[in-house]
Nanobody
Framework: GQQLVESGGGSVQAGGSLRLSCGAS????????MGWFRKGPGKEREGVAT??????????YYTDSVKGRFTISRDNVKNTLYLQMNSLKPEDTAMYYC??????????????????WGQGTQVTVSS
């Protein structure tokens, strides 16, 4: 079946870095828009970053709170999506989910635009 499996979460101190990975299987990964979402304690799930397919320019978009700190990327040979997170802050603490999303324009943040979810990986940032 079609699956997304995240890895790479963990606990770090503020200012540290983590790289999340998301392996895709069972469908044509390279032609899809992909995104990372997160749900922090007491918060709604939000879109963090979106990457478009190469034929769509491979454009990337970020929510304002992570611009300049997070980088979304994709390896279409390995069918893997990444989220490099630097300069982490306690407010980045959340469950992070990768997702296949409908291509829109800019950051895809509406949950209705998610086609498929991964199971999530926890990121905890301590001060």
């Amino acid at each position: 079946g079609q699956q997304l499996v995240e890895s790479g979460g963990g606990s770090v101190q503020a200012g540290g870095s983590l790289r999340l990975s998301c392996g895709a299987s069972g469908y044509t990964y390279s032609t899809n828009c992909m995104g990372w979402f997160r749900k922090g304690p007491g918060k709604e799930r939000e879109g963090v970053a979106t990457i478009y397919p190469v034929f769509g320019g491979g454009r990337t978009y970020y929510t304002d709170s992570v611009k300049g700190r997070f980088t979304i990327s994709r390896d279409n040979v390995k069918n893997t999506l990444y989220l490099q997170m630097n300069s982490l802050k306690p407010e980045d603490t959340a469950m992070y989910y990768c997702a296949t999303v409908r291509c829109r324009s800019g950051l895809v943040s509406k949950l209705d635009d998610v086609i498929r979810w991964g199971q999530g990986t926890q990121v905890t940032v301590s001060s």
